[in-house]
């Protein structure tokens, strides 16, 4: 497996080449299809007259709210500590999902959905949701193969991008 490296970053094992790209590209095409859904033709987003305000954007603020505290938290926790190797990180939002830079994004995405509650943009959080899954698994495989039975402990005990609330028993 040959994964991308951040250069500058040591600390960490790899990611999937296409992932960063992959991102920027699903969060234009997203808020394309958002926007022109929402705000100019309107052809999925009749939920939204239904639906007051005082609903929606509540809704929208509980999905919101955790992925701004588990990406912020998650990157503050990669990014913020200069380790000479790559070492596995459980402590903090990685004890409630093993990816929380992606689960806070999926919450972010079906948040801004929320909003509106345009259907089109809801879909289109389905193909965002399989990304995050594709590209997790791939640095899982990473992961695994760097840290060995430790990381496999660490899987089964915390949920891949949504928190297991029924924990396997030993």
């Known amino acids: 497996m040959n994964p991308k490296r951040h250069s500058g ?3 960490l094992t790899g990611e999937h080449p296409y992932g960063d790209l ?3 590209i699903l969060i234009f095409l997203f808020l394309g299809i958002w926007i022109t859904d929402s705000f100019i033709w309107h052809y999925s987003d009749f939920l ?3 639906v007051p305000d005082y609903i929606r954007i509540p809704l929208a603020s509980l999905a919101i709210i955790p992925g701004w505290y588990l990406t912020r938290n998650g990157i503050k926790t990669i990014f913020g500590v200069k380790r000479a190797v790559p070492e596995m990180v459980t402590e903090g939002v990685f004890g409630i999902v093993r990816h929380p830079i992606y689960a806070g994004a999926i919450l972010f995405y079906l948040g801004v959905s929320f909003t509106t509650l345009s259907i089109a943009s809801t879909g289109f959080c ?3 949701i399989l990304f ?3 590209i997790s698994r791939y ?3 990473i992961l695994t193969e760097q840290f060995g039975g430790d990381y496999l ?3 089964n005990k915390v949920g891949m991008l949504f928190p297991r609330f029924f924990r396997p028993g030993p």
């Open 48 to 50: 939204m007259v239904v």
């Open 22 to 24: 992959g991102q920027l």
């Open 132 to 134: 995050y899954i594709v």
């Open 139 to 141: 640095e899982e495989k």
């Open 153 to 155: 402990n660490y899987k």
């Open 9 to 11: 970053h040591p600390q």
């Open 126 to 128: 389905m193909l965002v």
